[in-house]
């Protein structure tokens, strides 16, 4: 099959949409289709996977407590945009969160290709969720062939107002990668007891809990350092609080490549994930199980989506800072509890992996012809 892939996001940032669309990209192609990736026009010099084909223009917005890209391709691009649906006549268009405006309904309206959408987000607040959500979705489904969330949590945000099958299929991470050498960082194997904090620094990825936990602990143990890997609004908040209390061995590296992400999960020896809400599923999880990081953070509706019974037992509730504050004091005595998340995380993330997911994504294809 000819496939195309429409990410609605800055295809040069990094997020979990957008390796979602690659890495499903790279095991639909070893499977024998031709895949194509679509994305807005921004920052094109940063892209070199070789299938990505830039259309339209992007600005970002702040809403909810994250950022909102708005694409629309306008004039010539617009043209351009036509005669590439026209001449690659694609068998299948496979849209992700498909109502971020505009690029994804354009290319909806010029198509004729069998029309796939699978749906990423969680919303932000409840008057969005039980009620424009919903509303939108049933709106978009009358133009959509086959229906993918990527969890239950997701999902029922889409289906409140249609009777329409909504398929779940769970975000996956290609586990031959994790299972490469990848070497550790060799500045921070100084004995400290090294946390990461990685993603976008916004409200709702619950930095400021990172480090109010990071402060505690830091007054009784100073053998400690975080690493904060990824930008954002928050920045500026983030550097203040260090400077006002003079914290020590914190480290911001702003956005890091994915080579880097990988040796920074396979140096520290615990991964942060404070996300308060907006979280649909929790990839960033699987890729810490995968490299053998131990995880904690908060139990939000997404993220329970991933973790096992067991490792519910190490998620505080959203904002409780004291409980998730605990967490990390424990997993810095007990090195045991720590081996022992590593082999479980292993077990955990084997049913993710994009040789299965992407299988079947393929079946729900072929039921379309």
């Known amino acids: 099959m000819k496939i195309a892939q429409v990410c609605p996001y800055d295809f040069s940032r990094p997020g979990g949409v957008k390796a979602h669309i690659v890495s499903l990209s790279n095991q639909l192609t070893k499977l024998g289709h031709e895949v194509k990736i679509l994305a807005p026009n921004i920052n094109a010099s940063q892209i070199n996977e070789p299938n990505v084909h830039l259309f339209g223009r992007n600005r970002s917005v702040n809403f909810g407590g994250t950022k909102i890209d708005i694409n629309i391709a306008l004039g010539r691009e617009l043209r351009n945009l036509k005669q590439f649906l026209k001449k690659e006549k694609f068998d299948i268009i496979h849209y992700h969160t498909i109502w971020n405006p505009m690029l994804p309904f354009q290319v909806l309206l010029n198509s004729d290709s069998k ?45 409140r107002f249609s009777s329409k099958e909504i398929k779940i299929i769970p975000n996956g991470i290609d586990l031959e990668q994790y299972q490469l050498p990848i070497l550790a960082i060799k500045k921070y194997q100084d004995g400290k007891f090294n946390m990461l904090f990685l993603g976008r620094l916004e409200e709702r990825k619950g930095l400021i809990y990172a480090l109010k936990s990071f402060h505690s602990i830091k007054e009784k ?33 702003g956005f890091v490549s ?20 907006g979280e649909s599923f929790g990839i960033v999880l699987l890729e810490a199980m995968a490299m053998g990081t131990p995880i904690t953070g908060f139990a939000n509706q997404g993220y329970l989506n991933v973790l096992s019974t067991e490792q519910q037992k190490y998620f505080a509730h959203p904002e409780d800072l004291e409980a998730l504050t605990q967490n990390i004091f424990n997993f810095i005595r007990a090195k045991d509890q720590l081996q022992f998340l590593t082999q ?9 992996d994009w040789n299965i997911h992407a299988k079947h994504i393929e079946d729900i294809y072929q039921t379309l012809f």
């Open 115 to 159: 029309q796939v959408a699978t749906f990423h987000d969680t919303p932000k607040n409840q008057f969005i969720g039980k009620t424009l959500m919903p509303l939108a979705a049933k709106v978009v489904f009358k133009f959509i062939d086959q229906v993918i969330s990527v969890s239950k949590t997701q999902a029922q945000y889409i289906s």
């Open 221 to 253: 143990n100073d053998k400690v350092r975080l690493i904060i890997a990824g930008d954002g609004d928050e920045r500026t908040m983030a550097e203040e609080f260090i400077k006002k209390h003079d914290l020590r061995d914190v480290e911001m590296l």
């Open 258 to 277: 994915e080579k880097d992400k990988l040796r920074l999960l396979k140096t520290c020896d615990l991964y942060l994930a404070p996300a308060l809400f």
């Open 344 to 352: 479980h995380g292993h077990e955990i993330v084997k049913q993710y």
